[in-house]
């Protein structure tokens, strides 16, 4: 049963970038997708986007207007996303998730979030 | 985009009490929704899928129904364990959305 580990907590500059890892133990990445969701701080759930593991393909959403990437280490193990020129309206908890069906579907299981906050 | 729409975004209950979330899609979006249930300072958990489907591992005093652009998560006798945010989801349609959430408080 795949589990997944997100790095830790970050502060991060105004205008810079973060990059967050999800690393899968039980099992590869090879034949998941992975998607990246947010939850701000009294806010809703909010997709990002999501990369095939196995041959690297990614969708995203329009909402973040090219800010963000996804990619995964060439082992499979490991998943990014990086999101740049932050602002405050960033701050919030990323999470990790596999796709349970065939994509899009629900997502099972979650990483256990990374906190991200955008403050000088 | 799909927006959702979940009522009531806060729910009082009692341990054994019947519940019953609603979460409304602006557009038909078929069987595709799940839900989910998050614990403060939790990941969300999924419990339903394709609308009415229970995930392994779920109690079945949960269960869902609906399609179309209506649809229901009813906890039929609520639990200690059962006091929780709980959050629609939409797979139709890129961007993939989420409700609201309806946290449920004793």
């Known amino acids: 049963q795949v589990q997944f580990v997100q790095s830790g907590a970050e502060v991060i500059n105004p205008g810079a970038s973060v990059k967050v890892s999800c690393k899968a133990s039980g099992d590869t990445l090879i034949t998941s997708v992975i998607h990246w969701v947010r939850q701000a701080p009294g806010q809703r759930l909010e997709w990002m986007g999501w990369i095939n593991a196995g041959n690297g393909n990614t969708k995203y959403s329009q909402n973040f207007q090219g800010r963000v990437t996804i990619t995964r280490d060439t082992s499979a193990t490991t998943a990014y996303m990086e999101l740049s020129n932050l602002g405050s309206e960033d701050t919030a908890i990323y999470y990790c998730?596999?796709?349970?069906?065939?994509?899009?579907?629900?997502?099972?299981?979650w990483g256990q979030g990374t906190l991200v906050t955008v403050s000088s | 985009d799909i927006q959702m729409t979940q009522s009531p975004s806060t729910l009082s209950a009692s341990v054994g009490d019947r519940v019953t979330i609603t979460c409304r899609a602006s557009q038909s979006i078929r069987s595709w929704l799940a839900w989910y249930q998050q614990k403060a300072g939790k990941a969300p958990k999924v419990l339903i899928y394709e609308a009415s489907r229970l995930q392994g591992g779920v109690p079945s005093r949960f269960s869902g129904s609906g399609s179309g652009t209506e649809f229901t998560l009813t906890i039929s006798s609520l639990q200690p364990d059962d006091f929780a945010s709980y959050y629609c989801h939409q797979y139709s349609s890129y961007p993939l959305t989420f409700g609201g959430g309806t946290k449920v408080e004793i």
């Open positions: 998730a596999r796709d349970a069906g065939i994509v899009p579907s629900r997502f099972d299981p």
